[in-house]
């Protein structure tokens, strides 16, 4: 026969571990849109023929935090795509998509980090299929884009601005990432 052990501890006196959940971090998506979104087939419909070579896709990718409150910042991939076969533009997508972000006691030394890779990889996978079901609709088979590392991106983006303040090679303290 089991024995029913039931955990019979007191519950810690406050102050003893116990936080106050007002004062804990917290990071959280209120809400997901399209800000922007184009699609061109300019050689339609004989961009639709299929040809003798395999199409192209040239695909750009960054990404802009804009602060709306004290607590609350938008986050927006851009993405654009052009596809080309033998010169020719086949079609060309701009994409806008974003989230709004709540933070509450997030230390400002990992803000961006938070806002530049954690929130992009979170809405991702939405703009990934705005873009695929776009470039579908438009006769096209759907791009499928494979999974983007943003923390790589933070941090070419990083040293991109760190080798920009200092065009000589001296040594700087940490960049931030621009917060509007």
Not at 17 to 22: F, I, Q, R
Request: charged share 20%.
């Amino acid at each position: 026969m089991a024995d029913n052990n039931e955990n019979t501890a007191a519950p810690a006196a406050a102050g003893e571990g116990a936080t106050d959940p007002a004062q804990a971090p917290a990071f959280g998506i209120a809400g997901q849109y399209v800000r922007d979104l184009s699609f061109e087939n300019p050689n339609a419909p004989a961009s639709l023929v299929p040809g003798t070579t395999n199409p192209a896709s040239n695909v750009n990718i960054n990404v802009q935090v804009k602060k709306q409150a004290d607590d609350a910042y938008a986050v927006e991939i851009g993405l654009n795509v052009k596809t080309e076969r033998d010169g020719k533009v086949l079609y060309a997508v701009e994409l806008v998509y974003g989230g709004l972000f709540r933070t509450r006691n997030i230390p400002e030394n990992q803000l961006g980090a938070l806002l530049m890779v954690e929130a992009p990889r979170l809405i991702f996978p939405f703009a990934r299929q705005v873009l695929a079901q776009t470039i579908q609709g438009g006769g096209f088979p759907p791009l499928m884009l494979e999974p983007v590392d943003f923390l790589a991106l933070y941090r070419r983006n990083l040293a991109a601005a760190a080798d920009k303040a200092n065009p000589d090679g001296t040594a700087a303290g940490e960049a931030k990432p621009t917060v509007n």
